[in-house]
C-alpha cells in the first residue's frame, strides 16, 4: 500500500510559546504561503485568551521550509460570545483556495453543552484576516467535528468530519458551491470495530484521490479506550490538591486531563475505490505510551498532509507527551 511508510522529524513544529497558546496546542492545518513557503493554523487557547471563558481560538505560525515555524502575531478567528453556536471553542481549521483566489476555511465550531457541535465557515483575501459566513456550513442532532475539505476531480468539495454517537465515526457531506452542504448516506469509517478505534475517530484527511480507477488513500486519527486492568498515571489537574499547588484549575488544564485519560491515539491509513466505501489500514504514526519519551508518546491525532516539491508529503499532527504536554509535530512519506 502506498504512503504506508513515513519518518518523524526530530522537534516540534510548533509548540506553546506565548500568553495565547502557552496551554494547549493541537489540531494543525497546512497550506501553501501565497508569499512563499507555508502557513500552518492551529487551535490555541491560553492565558492570553480573548475573554475568561473562552477555550480556543486559531492560530497561525509561518515557514520557508516547513520545518522552522515563525508564530504571526493575533488571532486569526476568535469564538464570538455572542453567537450562540460558536460561543466557546474554534477547533480544526481546514483551508482551501476558491475560484476566485480567496480562501475559505471550514472549523469545529462550538457553544455550551446543551447546543451541538457544528461546521462554520469562514473567508480571507490574504489568508491572515479571516471574516464568519453567514450560518453553518453543516449540522445535525449529532455532535460535528474534526472537519477536512477535498476538492474533488468533477469540481464539487467533499467535507469528511466525525460524528459522535456511541463513539465517533467519519461522515462526509457534499457541497457544490462550498456553501451549502448535503449529508451522503452512510458511515465513511466506523469506529469501534477495533480496540485501536474504541473510543472514536477525531479526523480523516484523503491525500490521494483519482478520477481515474486509482485507489484512494486517507489518513485518520483515532482513539484508544484504557483497556481493562491498564492504570494511566493521574495527570496533575486531576489531583484534588492542584490549585494548592499552583496548578492551573481552568479549561486547558480539565482538557489535558481528559486527553491522558484517553489513554492513546494514533494516526492510521485507509484506501477506497470511490471516497465512499473505505478499508482501514495500517498504523503510520504512534509513539511508545505513557510514561516513555517522545513528543507522541501518548497522542498522535487530527493530522494535515500536504504534498513537497520533492514529490514526497509531509504530515503535520497534534502530538501530546507523557506530561499532557501538547505540540504539532511532522512526518514525511520516505
Known amino acids: 500500500m502506498r504512503y504506508c511508510h513515513w519518518l518523524k522529524e526530530p522537534g516540534a513544529r510548533v509548540e506553546g510559546s506565548r500568553q495565547l497558546d502557552a496551554s494547549k496546542v493541537q489540531a494543525p492545518c497546512i497550506v501553501r504561503n501565497p508569499a512563499g513557503g507555508f502557513r500552518l493554523y492551529y487551535t490555541a487557547v491560553g492565558p492570553g485568551k480573548p475573554y475568561p471563558d473562552c477555550q480556543g481560538y486559531i492560530l497561525s505560525a509561518i515557514s520557508d521550509d516547513g520545518l522552522n515555524f515563525q508564530a504571526e502575531s493575533g488571532i486569526r478567528l476568535s469564538p464570538q460570545p455572542e453567537v450562540p453556536q460558536r460561543s466557546l471553542r474554534l477547533l480544526a481549521p481546514t483551508v482551501y483556495r476558491m475560484e476566485d483566489s480567496a480562501w475559505r ?43 477536512r475539505f477535498l476538492q474533488l476531480p468533477d469540481g464539487r468539495g467533499r467535507l469528511y468530519c466525525f460524528k459522535s454517537a456511541n463513539s465517533k465515526g467519519v461522515v462526509s457531506a457534499i457541497t457544490s458551491d462550498g456553501l451549502n452542504f448535503a ?15 474504541s473510543s472514536g475517530i477525531t ?4 491525500i ?18 484504557v483497556p481493562p486492568g491498564t492504570e494511566i498515571p493521574l495527570h496533575p489537574s486531576q489531583d484534588v490538591n492542584a490549585v494548592e499547588r499552583g496548578q492551573s484549575a481552568d479549561f486547558a488544564a480539565a482538557s489535558i486531563a481528559t486527553d491522558m485519560a484517553g489513554y492513546r491515539s494514533r494516526i492510521f491509513i485507509a484506501t477506497s475505490p470511490d471516497g465512499l466505501t473505505w478499508e482501514k489500514g495500517a498504523c503510520i504514526i504512534e509513539g511508545a505510551g505513557h510514561g516513555t519519551d517522545g513528543l507522541d508518546a501518548v497522542h498522535a491525532e487530527d493530522m494535515s498532509v500536504i504534498k513537497l516539491d520533492d514529490g514526497r508529503f509531509r504530515m503535520y499532527y497534534a502530538a501530546c507527551d507523557k506530561d499532557g504536554v501538547w505540540r504539532i509535530a511532522s512526518a514525511v512519506t520516505k
Request: charged fraction near 20%; glycine fraction near 8%.
Open 105 to 147: 476555511m471550514y472549523m469545529e465550531s462550538r457553544g455550551p453543552a446543551t447546543i451541538p457541535t457544528v461546521i462554520a465557515s469562514a473567508v480571507s483575501s490574504d489568508q491572515v484576516h479571516w471574516e464568519f459566513e453567514d450560518g453553518v456550513r453543516l449540522q445535525c442532532d449529532r455532535r460535528l467535528g474534526g472537519p
Open 183 to 197: 449529508l451522503e448516506p452512510g458511515c465513511r469509517l466506523a469506529a469501534g470495530e477495533s480496540e485501536f478505534d
Open 203 to 206: 479526523a480523516a484527511e484523503v
Open 208 to 225: 490521494a484521490s483519482s478520477a481515474t480507477g486509482d485507489p484512494w488513500t486517507m489518513v485518520y486519527s483515532a482513539w484508544q479506550d
